[in-house]
């Protein structure tokens, strides 16, 4: 459907999703758009460059932009992080401030707070993982989160189990501005598909690993090409990692983690592209690449573009 071919109000709109490392908005985002399109894991940052959802309805479009989780930078990848999330408050009609009712108010969402004090943006309170806790104590961190600050609306879900998601969706959709559809209604995402797929094989990375390695690892996709008249795609990726025994432990003893990474990752890939992959990965030692411009800006993480 496409706007221009009905009388009836359309409305549409962007809508950033920030929040402090792991409290669900890429879970939340995966929700609505029905498919993975962002990452997830247990482990913190695991969102680094902004990702942009697209959720169509016959009145409404929606697209949705998952942040990093907002930290202390402790390096310039985490610097870049930073300010992917806190430049997006500037140019959305809606945000939604995310926080884990597990885990309650904390400094990060103090900061966040004040970020969100100097916009004129509506702002949503969306309290997630309510399954988790009891009812009386999701009042009682309602309140005071309502001290802090004149939310819009303020909204508890489930991501993860898909309570009050629709919901929250009519909510968004109440308070959007008419506008044209952005993107083609079959489309769920603006980013190609290099970045899903390098994205699909860190998250196996993260998966699988502990500690230190899984926020020194960067994909990079090599090459992705069709084997002749087979409906057969090869994809060629580099891990990356910042010292010599990092490399080791993701190749594992006889290459056996590496060939998991692979397995899983592999498909994934193939229920995103439809067809059958041929998955080649190779490990790569780049000493310190998070806090060297150079190889960030390899790594597709560029400033100018946020």
């Known amino acids: 459907m496409n706007r221009q071919d009905t009388n009836s109000t359309y409305k549409s709109g962007f809508i950033s999703i920030i929040g402090r490392p792991n409290v669900g908005k890429s879970t939340f985002l995966n929700r609505v758009i029905g498919q993975k399109i962002a990452i997830m894991s247990d482990k ?19 697209i949705f932009i998952d942040t990093p989780g907002i930290h202390k930078p402790k390096h310039k990848l985490g610097d870049f992080m930073m300010k992917v999330a806190v430049n997006t408050l500037k140019e959305v009609d ?11 108010y904390g400094r990060g969402d103090e900061f966040i707070i004040e970020k969100l004090k100097g916009i004129p943006t509506p702002v949503f309170l969306v309290v997630n993982k309510i399954d988790q806790i009891h009812p009386d104590q999701l009042l009682k961190l309602i309140d005071q989160y309502k001290s802090l600050y004149p939310f819009a609306e303020i909204i508890p879900i489930s991501a993860l189990e898909g309570n009050n998601v629709e919901r929250l969706l009519a909510q968004i959709e109440e308070k959007l501005p008419e506008g044209p559809q952005y993107y083609p209604a079959d489309q769920v995402t603006d980013h190609p598909e290099r970045f899903i797929i390098s994205e699909l094989i860190r998250e196996k990375v993260l998966h699988l690993t502990r500690e230190e390695v899984p926020h020194s690892i960067a994909v990079v996709i090599d090459k992705i090409e069709r084997r ?7 994809v060629m990726a580099t891990i990356v990692v910042e010292r010599d025994s990092q490399k080791g432990i993701v190749i594992g003893k006889r290459g056996a983690l590496l060939k998991e990474i692979g397995q899983r990752a592999r498909q994934d890939i193939e229920h995103l592209l439809g067809s059958q992959v041929f998955l080649e990965l190779w490990v790569k030692v780049q000493k310190d690449w998070r806090n060297k411009a150079s190889n960030l800006r390899d790594f597709g993480f560029r400033e100018d573009e946020y």
Not at 94 to 104: I, S, T, Y
């Open 44 to 62: 913190p940052q695991t969102t680094r460059n902004k990702v942009q959802g697209v959720y169509t309805k016959e009145d409404a479009q929606m």
């Open 94 to 104: 809606l945000v939604l401030f995310m926080v884990n009712a597990e885990e309650g």
């Open 228 to 234: 002749g008249d087979k409906e057969i795609i090869n």
